[in-house]
């Protein structure tokens, strides 16, 4: 005998019965706190940081800036308010910090001294100023900012009458990408380069033309700036193509250092002014390829890679005192570390557990500065807790808050254990990890949820996740896997879907839930399917290859790669994850687009996805779901209104995501013989 059960629709309205909970539970999504861009003094002594909190009352994300000690004393607030503060970047000297803020309803850059704690407001522009740098005598700030341009449209029309309503006139568009995820559609204009003295005053712009500039960096001198872009012609088919330029702050001659097929970035200037380290890698149209460390002298001569034949990516890379190293990012089977890279390709972990700052599900996302003397801070997670701040001298390291502790002090989170198994399909070792309900019991037979990682070239790992941790706490064991395809186990196995996705990631997936099912607490007949993005097309892949799972959520998926590289707003898909367009290998697209599958499925399935998601389309979601109908298939289609891909940007939408999951999931979960 089968039944309905209604255990997580009860889990949802839990607050309604009980005043107290020990369950970890849907609203308390809104009193999660982290910490974000820790930004250590250049004597080492303080840190700088942003406090993130949420507000229940506007469903708005709000951020402050605080100090502590790098010792963890006299952790205080520098700033307060329902407001966002942001950025801060210390000067040279390390009396003063800038930061920005939109507390006077734009945001603008503002300076603080330190000591005095006195700030005034620097800037007073138009568009939101990025990606500030000091100078090195600390008298000017450089920065990049969107300039508009205005461009008449060729479409002509008649005047209109004296108090006429017309619509609004029609918007003209030649380029090739013309709208962002999170963005909307764009504005004309590219961001430039400025200056601006730390005195005030007007910001001068020392950019043109029809091209993005990236972050500013200073020459020890003052007298240069270096930045990234991709200055050709024809840069618009080529994003993945830019250069390591110099620019003339007094003349305005701009000088290009790099010069080859591929991304050059992230410029560093060694303290002694003679090298730049940079990142990059030479461009194979690869679905995955490693993020290498260069070196070249500050004129562009002598370019060498010294990260060597490591196969991680490098990121966020500072130099030491000395100029003989660099402290930099990377992930490892899952997990995110700071290490240190000799100039002769000689590597040192110092510490790992680094992120925390992607809230919802367990992805890489994490930052950390470093003095120059090897001192550093650093965004630092576990399982059970998102970004807490950190610092750390070799390999010497120590937690310096626990912001959630109020919360979690009181409520009980799951358990998370790591496990590796073999692929069905090639006996590769593959990494996933077992959220168990609080309060576990091996005896018992639990539910399965097989949640699944987007990008598909990402990682999930060691690190806090509220959306995995709501799933335990209404009783669900949930599986998270990083399949092939996954970052941090090297470009080769990165590449084991490289145009081939969705492809064997699926045996990956199913044997992780085979391996699940046999230490005997998981009930095989209650198996349930979810994930978003490249997680969404494998929720719809899975189940167009297999009906072992009761229920899907597909969320914000790809559904027809024919039709989505046309209206994406990432405008290199084809040539990246496929052997040529879709009008002349249409048969190489379709038999690997889920919707292809549709036949096959009767699985309940819901598709969920963002109004505003230019990344992945809502046509993707309408089509699937529109086909499913048509096949009588029991399917329903969530809109969240506002939404782009980022749909936990909104407290409140990560809240109706998971509700949305739970209450599909719980209409087919079932009760056997054996459990009654």
Known sequence: MKALITFGLLCLFINDFAQTSHKFELIDVFDIEYISDPQISPNGEKIVYVRNFKDIMTDRDYSNLWIVNFDGTENRPLTTGNQNDFYPRWSNDGTKIIYKSGKDGSVQIYLRWMESNHEAKLSNVQFAPNDISWSPDDKYLAFNMFVPKSTPSPIKLPPKPPNAEWNNPPVYIDRLKYRANGTGYLKQGNRQLFIISTEGGSPRQITSGNHDHGAPVWSTHSGNLFFSANLRKDSEYHPFNSEIYRINIQTGSIDSLTNRYGPDFNPRISPDGKHIAYLGFDDLKQAYQITNAYLMDVDGEKTQLISGDFDRDVRGICWNKDSKGLYFLYDDQGNTKIAYLTLTGKITDLTNN???????????????????????AY???????????????????????????????????????????????????????IVKPPDFDSDLKYPLILEIHGGPVANYGTRFSAEMQLYAACGYVVLYVNPRGSTSYGQEFGNLIHQNYPGQDYDDLMSGVDAVIEKGYVDEKNLFVTGGSGGGILSAWIIGNTDRFNAAVVVKPITNWYSFVFYTDIVFWASRWFSDYPWKVPDEYMKRSPISLVDNVTTPTMILTGEQDFRTPIAESEQYYTALKLRKVEASLVRIPDASHSIASRPSNLIAKVSAILTWFDQYKVVTDMDE
């Open 379 to 433: 965004t630092l997670t576990g399982t059970n807790h998102p970004a807490d701040l950190a610092s750390g001298e070799q390999s010497n390291t120590k937690r310096l808050t626990d912001y959630n502790k109020d919360l979690f002090s009181h409520k009980n989170l799951g358990d998370v254990e790591e496990i590796w198994y073999k692929s069905s399909y090639d006996g590769r070792n593959i990494q996933a990890w």
């Open 354 to 376: 680094v992120g925390g700052l992607s809230l919802g599900r367990p992805y890489s996302a994490g930052t950390f500065t470093a003095t120059p003397k090897g001192k550093y």
